[in-house]
């Protein structure tokens, strides 16, 4: 069994020793504890650390305490001395001054919790924790050797702690706390995780699985909440403790009723679900509750399946597998047995009675096609001539059956001889006379609904008689009203009717005796007696299947004469029938917003008992919702609120249909209503704004983003339509992903940024609409080359004077990039040289300007070509434009037409191949103003007297090569512009205008 116990801070303050200097002056830690923070309320375990409160020490214990020692000379240590305690002295009273704005608050202490996790069902004294252990509790004095205690008896003389439960609710009843160690343990009273954590037990409760509140919680917990007081008053503290009763299977699961009861149409096709209403329950939790159901004998045409709900309930279903017939088979009877999860799985089981409803599939059939029939001429009007009766196997109204004469008989014979159309009982309705022919041939025909009818015929034989005929005297043993005797339907088998004496009035024949007529009934000689007859009835009677009997006694003699004596049965109802449901499953359907109090259906039940026991009274069953009302006497279901079907698109429940017989029978349908959807729903967007971002260059009818939008209702009506309001010349909206598309590339140099409006129109008549606003943001590729805007021209070039002072600006490479962000930031490069000294100019790489590196002396005149290359910071890959600029290194341009050939000529250069770089500007550091003082003394010493020499030397060689700069001047025909950028808005500048450059 695992059991893991938890501390947890609550969220209760507590005061600690507010200074940690003094704390340690006047608290030293005990030499036998070493560095650990026990005596402070810190201990660790395994993983898991657990806090408890520190004891709280007043200002008044701790100078009670030094006087104590003051007075009996004692040392704190070998090492201490008096003089040592003397200095203190101060310490402890200013300690005491900090120490009285808080003591207010030692009083207070932490609130603590525990977690246990045991099983339910455990035995009396099993060990559930020990709240010292786990809570790290145990006193000072406690801690120490037997030998300190009794050397520091007045030092550390810390009370024992008690624990004890704050109240003795429920969970105290299951618990037994030992007030000395802490240790938590079961009592006699057996844990019952079932019989505790019901919805209306105080004391316990369910909480949900959440890793921040309960330690290995399973889905569902039961929680025994204790309360903890830890005492004496210096350590008080208050713990909540929680034990979380987990459950294990010992519950089996059990069906609500011993027997269950399904009633099936025959014509029901194969895989005909029908749910059965009464599921097993089982009191225990997750895998230990009810997982499957099977039958213990499926015939071969029946199976089960379970379906389970959102909320986690299962429900069997059966399943119809194969043909039905309830002519051949009206019932099944089997058991349903459920099975739970655990180990060893426990079971229950309930009878399961599939009923087969009847459908008229057959009709009336004669057991025979012809009935010979003889009559005396001297009968009586009433007598019994003879019965045909059809048979139906079918039940019910399918089952009824009438009888008429066939067109082919005579208007005569149906003058003479009565046919009851509902018994098929043919009696004489008139008298014979010597005329009436002798011979009657009377076609029957049995009438069902839907049927061809049935033919049989009764062939009639008058005889002439001219002797007097038997008599038949009876004396009733059942009750008999004129003629008519009346059984109540559950009599037993041979209960006795009457007693019949026959006879001849001449005393001349032998008389005998027959039973004629249809019936359960018997008649046979009563002995001793010769000429007695005993009539009683030979099976159980049954109301519903016939009400009314009419048999004949025919007495004759060895003549012939024979003499018939009529006997009317009368059966009496009893309640020995439940109403029967027209249909077991009762599937309406209404669609929601309804008016109020709509009418669904009128529920219809049959009882096939009579009177007051055949009245049907109609009731709901307890799961209906309220605003369902079902009218007692007339079965109208109607429903008296609106119904969403976006709340609830369907409603089950069963329907009683009690008869008025005593004791009442009972029977129960289903009754599922589905609520049909209206348009009431208007789309729904996932968000009202929609931002999207897309690289630039995107291809045309990607993906640009998904636009989520919902629809409450169902069906056509909650089929949503997308379209792009604005901007549809250029996006387009794939209704079915609720996709967006853009039918070009987008450039972001052209546009940056698109704002639509996506509307969304459902499908519902009329339609409902709504809109959301999508924002489309371009991200920048590197899709531009560096554009050179100076110079203009490879074939440019640009004169410079010999006298040219070094690090002077000669002219500049401008460029422009149309991306953005590091795709436009440029670095400038020269890759290629040619000329006398070609390295003697340079360029700077971020901002383009080429400068003189180096004087030019006699030697260095002539043309110098320099292959600038232009090159961006794009990622992946940076892109780049080259450049040619042409510099003419002498006094004048004599002989431009040279220059020009000069130009014209494929250079010979060799590229060097390097990357531009950007110079970055140096981080400056802070430094503190006393180290750099020296440094900054040193640099400026050196900074003045570089700048007197550089002076000096600059003076020297103006005056020196004044004529020569005078000279230069004057045949000089450009200006060199210095400036460094361009501005990018005056694409139209000209930056020089040289000559013929």
């Not at 120490?99 to 609130?111: Q, W």
């Not at 709900?309 to 099944?332: F, H």
């Not at 009690?658 to 348009?679: C, Q």
Request: net charge negative; proline share 7%.
């Amino acid at each position: 069994m695992n059991r893991r116990a938890e501390a947890r801070e609550g969220a209760s303050p507590i005061y600690l020793f507010p200074f940690p200097m003094l704390r340690g002056l006047f608290f030293p830690p005990s030499p036998r504890r070493g560095p650990s923070m026990t005596a402070f309320g810190m201990s660790s375990r395994g993983n898991e650390t657990r806090r408890s409160s520190p004891p709280v020490l007043g200002s008044s214990w701790l100078l009670g305490k030094r006087r104590r020692q003051l007075a009996m000379g004692q040392r704190s240590s070998p090492g201490s001395s008096t003089s040592t305690s003397q200095r203190n002295l101060p310490n402890l009273l200013i300690f005491l001054l900090f120490l009285g704005p808080f003591n207010c608050f030692a009083s207070y202490s932490r609130a603590t919790e525990l977690f246990y996790n045991i099983n339910e069902g455990l035995p009396a004294g099993f060990l559930i924790g020990n709240l010292a252990q786990d809570l790290q509790v145990q006193g000072a004095a406690e801690e120490q050797p037997a030998v300190e205690r009794e050397q520091q008896p007045q030092q550390w003389g810390n009370p024992p702690l008690s624990f004890s439960l704050a109240s003795q609710g429920l969970g105290g009843q299951y618990v037994n706390l030992d007030n000395r160690t802490g240790e938590l343990r079961t009592s006699a009273k057996e844990i019952d995780r079932e019989a505790l954590c019901t919805e209306d037990n105080v004391g316990s409760s369910v909480v949900a699985s959440s890793s921040s509140s309960l330690p290995d919680s399973s889905s569902e917990s039961c929680l025994l909440l204790l309360d903890v007081m830890i005492l004496p008053q210096e350590y008080f503290r208050l713990v909540k403790v929680k034990i979380a009763i987990h459950d294990v299977n010992d519950n089996a699961p059990c069906f609500p009723m011993p027997q269950i009861y399904l009633f099936v149409p025959e014509n029901s096709p194969v895989n005909t679900r029908l749910a059965i209403e009464h599921p097993a329950v089982d009191p225990d939790m997750g895998t230990n509750g009810v997982q499957i159901y099977h039958l213990q004998d499926d015939y071969g045409v029946f199976t089960l399946d379970v379906e389970e709900n959102e909320s986690g309930e299962r429900t069997p279903y059966l399943i119809v597998m194969g043909a039905l017939d309830r002519e051949a088979r009206d019932k099944y009877i089997t058991l349903i047995i459920a099975e739970d999860g655990g180990v060893p799985p426990l079971v229950g089981s309930a009878t399961l009675t599939i009923g087969i409803s009847d459908i008229n599939d057959n009709c009336p059939q004669f057991n025979e096609t012809q009935i010979n029939v003889t009559v005396f001429g001297n009968s009586s009007i009433g007598l019994h001539v003879a019965s045909v009766h059809a048979v139906d196997v079918d039940q019910g109204i399918n089952a009824e059956i009438t009888y008429s004469y066939s067109q082919k008989v005579s208007q005569l014979s149906r003058t003479l001889f009565h046919l009851d159309e509902s018994t098929g009982v043919i009696k004489l309705s008139r008298r014979i006379i010597g005329d009436t022919p002798r011979l009657h041939r009377l076609s029957i025909l049995a009438n069902g609904p839907g049927c061809i009818p049935a033919v049989i015929t009764v062939l009639i034989s008058i005889i002439k008689v001219t002797m007097r005929p038997p008599e038949v005297i009876p004396r009733f043993i059942a009750n008999e009203v004129e003629g008519v005797v009346y059984l109540r339907e559950l009599e037993p088998v041979n209960t006795p009717i009457a007693f019949f004496t026959i006879k001849d009035p001449d005393e001349k024949y032998k008389v005998d005796c027959c039973l004629d007529g249809d019936g359960p009934f018997r008649l046979s000689p009563y002995k001793p007696y010769h000429n007695e007859y005993l009539l009683e009835t030979t099976k159980p009677l049954d109301y519903e299947a016939q009400q009314f009997y009419e048999v004949s006694v025919i007495a004759w003699n060895t003549e012939g004469s024979h003499v018939k004596r009529i006997l009317k049965v009368q059966l009496l109802d009893d309640n020995d029938n439940s109403p029967v449901f027209s249909q077991p499953l009762i599937e309406l359907s209404i669609e929601e917003n309804n008016v109020p109090n709509a009418f669904l259906t009128k529920l219809h039940a049959t009882d096939a008992d009579s009177g007051e026991r055949g009245q049907v009274s109609y009731f709901l069953g307890p799961e209906a919702p309220l605003y369902f009302s079902l009218d007692k006497v007339t079965g109208v279901l109607t429903v008296s609120t609106q119904l969403d079907r976006e709340e609830r698109e369907k409603y089950r429940y069963t329907v009683k249909a009690v008869d008025s017989g005593v004791p009442a029978r009972e029977s129960i349908a289903t009754v599922t209503i589905s609520v049909l959807d209206k348009n009431d729903n208007s789309p729904r967007f996932i968000n009202k704004d929609f931002s999207f971002f897309v690289p630039e260059n995107f291809p045309g009818f990607g993906e640009i983003g998904v636009i989520s939008v919902t629809d409450a209702d169902i069906g056509q009506n909650g089929w949503v339509a997308l379209s792009v309001v604005n901007g549809s010349d250029i996006f387009v909206i794939d209704t079915g992903k609720g996709v967006l598309r853009a039918k070009v590339s987008l450039d972001r140099e052209q546009q940056s940024s698109y704002i639509l409006w996506v509307e969304a129109v459902d499908g519902g008549d009329p339609a409902l609409s709504s809109t959301a606003k999508i924002t489309v943001l371009l991200l920048d590729i590197n899709d531009n080359p560096p554009l050179v805007l100076f110079p203009q021209s490879n074939m440019s070039y640009l004169l410079v004077l010999p006298s040219t002072l070094p690090g002077s600006p000669i002219t500049e490479v401008y460029a422009v990039d149309n991306d953005t962000g590091m795709n436009a930031v440029i670095a400038y490069s020269i890759i290629g040289r040619r000329g006398p000294r070609p390295d003697s100019f340079k360029i700077d790489g971020k901002t383009g300007n080429i400068t003189l590196e180096e004087s030019l002396m006699q030697n260095d005149y002539g043309l110098y070509r320099l292959l600038v290359k232009v090159s961006d910071h794009g990622y992946p890959e940076p892109l780049h434009s080259t450049v040619m600029v042409n510099l003419f290194v002498n006094d004048t341009v004599s002989n431009e037409s040279y220059i020009e050939s000069l130009l014209r000529k494929e250079p010979d250069i060799n590229i060097e191949e390097k990357e531009p770089q950007i110079s970055i500007e140096p981080t400056q550091k802070r430094v503190e103003a006393a180290s750099c003082m020296p440094t900054l003394v040193a640099l400026s010493i050196i900074s003045l007297c570089s700048i007197t020499l550089v002076t000096g030397m600059g003076i020297y060689i103006c005056l020196r090569k004044g004529r020569k700069y005078h000279r230069g001047d004057e045949n000089l025909e450009v200006q060199i512009p210095l400036n460094g950028r361009i501005d990018l808005h005056m694409l139209e500048k000209k930056p020089v205008e040289i000559s013929n450059i």
